[in-house]
């Protein structure tokens, strides 16, 4: 419960102090650089660039070796996105996986599961959160990363043992 409450916390805190009296942003850090902020006071480094907009984190991962986090920014919202390893054809795919995606997005308090359809008729799959980044502190963006690394690295274990990955 702690946790909880800290990220909450955090992102009242941040919403709060990021509006002025009279009700407009302050001018803290925008987009990116409030992004790499929060990385640098977690002691994260920045792995990889994606243009001006976008950086991605890597984390450790026992079955993938690296789950890699891509964080992309407009001036207030950020979007963390994390993908699983597993690709399926679209047109066999397990209506179990579908429903597992489907209870998981209800029960998920930061990410929802998206697939995502190529061209060539392959299905990946992605979590991706919004987020205010005026609202978030370094717990929370921790937080938000970390539980998505974990999700995604659950959802993998379970295509494993389906003989899916």
Same mark, same amino acid.
């Given at each position: 419960m702690g #946790?909880?409450?800290?990220? +909450?916390?955090?992102? !009242?805190?941040?919403?709060?102090? &990021? +509006?002025?009296?009279?009700?407009?942003?302050?001018?803290?850090?925008? &987009? #990116?650089?409030?992004?790499?902020?929060?990385? /640098?006071?977690?002691?994260?480094? +920045?792995?990889?660039?994606?243009?001006?907009?976008?950086? !991605?984190?890597?984390? /450790?991962?026992?079955?993938?070796?690296? /789950?890699?986090?891509? !964080?992309?920014?407009?001036?207030?919202?950020?979007?963390?996105?994390?993908?699983?390893? %597993?690709? #399926?054809?679209?047109s066999r795919?397990?209506?179990?996986?579908?429903?597992?995606?489907?209870?998981?997005?209800?029960?998920?308090?930061?990410?929802?599961? /998206?697939?995502?359809?190529?061209?060539? &008729?392959? %299905?990946?799959?992605? #979590?991706?959160?919004?987020?205010?980044?005026?609202? @978030?502190?370094?717990?929370?963006?921790?937080?938000?990363?970390?539980?998505? +690394?974990?999700?995604?690295?659950?959802?993998?274990?379970? @295509?494993?043992a389906a &003989?899916?990955?």
């Amino acid at each position: 419960m702690g #946790l909880f409450n800290e990220v +909450v916390k955090g992102f !009242v805190n941040g919403f709060v102090a &990021g +509006v002025t009296d009279n009700g407009s942003v302050s001018q803290s850090p925008c &987009g #990116l650089a409030a992004i790499e902020q929060l990385c /640098r006071e977690l002691g994260w480094s +920045v792995d990889e660039r994606v243009g001006e907009h976008g950086i !991605v984190l890597h984390f /450790r991962d026992p079955l993938v070796n690296v /789950r890699k986090v891509l !964080v992309t920014c407009g001036e207030s919202i950020a979007s963390v996105s994390t993908f699983s390893a %597993a690709t #399926l054809s679209s047109s066999r795919m397990p209506q179990e996986v579908l429903g597992y995606l489907l209870v998981r997005n209800h029960e998920l308090t930061t990410a929802a599961w /998206r697939v995502l359809a190529s061209d060539d &008729g392959s %299905a990946s799959f992605a #979590l991706a959160y919004c987020a205010f980044i005026g609202g @978030m502190n370094a717990a929370t963006f921790k937080y938000i990363c970390e539980t998505q +690394v974990k999700e995604a690295n659950a959802f993998d274990t379970k @295509m494993k043992a389906a &003989g899916l990955l």
